[in-house]
């Protein structure tokens, strides 16, 4: 019986967990795409790597080592993520002098 209870509390902990991660991606998804300069896009981006990190949380109860290798790939992607657009944002600042999306190029056409 006390079995059934933590079962029923953990598995309310954890829709509760996947609902804020859910609801965190949303927010960053919509925030990349509305975003007008390269700053807002970081932060939309680092947004939704939170929220993947916060999905990760309960897979550390059911499956640790899965989790694990998930979690290593996930901050290596989130690092290098992260470092390319800090780099974006420098290069475009001291092109540009600006960090508007309005004025980066691809493949030499404005977008």
Excluded: C, H, W
Excluded at 10 to 34: C, M, P, Q, R
Excluded at 37 to 57: C, H, K, P, Q, Y
Aim: aromatic letters at 6%; charged letters at 15%.
């Amino acid at each position: 019986m006390e079995m059934m209870e933590t079962m029923s509390i953990n598995l309310g902990g954890v829709t509760l967990i996947y609902i804020a991660s859910l609801t965190i991606l949303v927010i960053g998804f919509l925030a990349a795409l509305s975003s007008k300069d390269l700053i807002r896009l970081l932060i939309s981006l680092e947004l939704m790597f939170g929220a993947v990190f916060m999905a990760l949380i309960p897979m550390f109860m059911v499956a640790p080592d899965p989790a694990f290798a998930i979690s290593i790939i996930t901050i290596f992607t989130s690092a290098g993520e992260l470092l390319v657009l800090i780099g974006a944002i420098v290069i475009q600042d001291r092109r540009m002098k600006n960090i508007l999306m309005q004025s980066i190029s691809a493949g030499g056409d404005k977008l």
